[in-house]
């Protein structure tokens, strides 16, 4: 039987824990799970996700009962780009499903414009009952999305994108909002009882959204972190080393067994709809060109990293609610 995982409160969950939100503990069976026919162990993101999904609900009714605001996100969705709008859909249940509000003001690719949208940003930033304002990207061609971005108010900046937070994580500071995709990777490392301290940690991708912030991250938890991009050479050797492999390159499939030593832990931030329908992530998953069987854990794709980045955009936003004061 899987031993307990521990009880952690590590610095990068300190904001949250604040705010009444714990590491969730995973059951032995949910722990135990194997990629089938091997001993990788699935690092279920899905379970996870859903239990902060729970803690939600129930601080919501707490805080409720001590004159405490129920938290609200506002979607901000330009365009007609069929993915957003099914990653806005999605959003819009988690949040129901965890108590909060949430409302998606869309516009037509017609209608938008840098100044019309910087109008919009600038009301939300306003409003008193919004506490976490999202602009989903990509945005309509022309519409320069840095510009809308840094226009939000930084206590309302859910997805930890501006400078002003990103800025502290980079200084060590973890009481900012942390971006979701990479503290959703950290909270599901710490639920799984993955140790991270003194291990050897290999980012692959360096966007400003998940690569970097990922890697100060880890940091912030005393890996040894390497960074590697598109211009990296022999990238399966530098992989090889490895005890964690972040694979978040945006490459169908790029890492198979040769890139992995035995007993590492994989995570697939990677997300693509292959020609036969199904999804598959950045890392081969399978026995026998892949890591399974090979890799002591892994996470699945979809059910790995894709519904804590919905479930720690719950957190930032319960945190952006719950630390202004009592009106
Ligand atoms: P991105 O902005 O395209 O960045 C990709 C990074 O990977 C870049 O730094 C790039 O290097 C590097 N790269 C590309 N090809 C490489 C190669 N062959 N070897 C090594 N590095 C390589 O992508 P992103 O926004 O970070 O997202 C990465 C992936 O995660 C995508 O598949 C995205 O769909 C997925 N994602 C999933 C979630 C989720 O919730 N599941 C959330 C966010 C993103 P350069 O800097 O040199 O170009």
Not at 24 to 36: E, L, Y
Not at 77 to 90: C, T, W
Not at 119 to 129: H, P, T
Not at 177 to 191: D, R
């Amino acid at each position: 039987m899987a031993a307990a995982a521990p009880r952690v409160s590590p610095r990068f969950f300190r904001r949250a824990q604040a705010h009444g939100f714990c590491v969730p503990d995973i059951p032995a069976d949910v722990r135990a799970k194997c990629v089938a026919g091997t001993s990788t162990r699935v690092l279920d993101g899905r379970f996870v996700a859903d239990a902060l999904v729970a803690q939600c609900g129930a601080l919501v009714a707490q805080k409720k009962g001590q004159g405490g605001r129920v938290p609200k996100l506002v979607v901000v969705l330009a365009g007609e780009d069929p993915a957003s709008a099914v990653y806005v859909g999605n959003k819009e249940k988690m949040f129901a499903k965890a108590g909060f509000e949430s409302e998606t003001l869309k516009i037509a690719s017609c209608d938008t414009t840098l100044e019309g949208l910087l109008s919009v940003v600038g009301e939300l930033n306003a409003r008193a009952d919004v506490d976490g304002i999202l602009v989903q990207l990509p945005l309509p061609a022309g519409i320069p999305a840095h510009v809308v971005l840094a226009a939000i108010d930084p206590r309302k900046d859910v997805d930890g994108f501006l400078k002003e937070n990103m800025g502290l994580l980079a200084l060590g500071d973890f009481s900012g909002a942390l971006p979701c995709t990479p503290f959703g990777i950290m909270v599901l490392l710490a639920a799984h009882g993955i140790p991270l301290e003194s291990k050897r940690a290999v980012v692959v991708g360096r966007s400003n959204i998940v690569g970097k912030p990922m890697s100060l991250l880890l940091l912030g938890e005393d890996s040894t972190v390497t960074v590697a991009h598109s211009r990296t050479t022999d990238l399966a050797a530098l992989t090889r080393e490895a005890d964690i492999v972040i694979a978040a390159a945006g490459r169908p499939l790029l890492l198979g067994k040769e890139h992995v030593k035995a007993g590492a832990v994989v995570v697939d931030v990677g997300m693509h709809r292959k020609s036969d329908g199904k999804l598959c992530g950045d890392v081969d998953a399978t026995f026998e060109t892949g890591v399974a069987g090979k890799a002591s854990a892994l996470t699945p794709v979809p059910g790995g990293v894709g519904p804590m980045t919905i479930a720690m955009l719950l957190v930032n936003t319960a945190a952006a609610a719950w630390s202004k004061p009592l009106s």
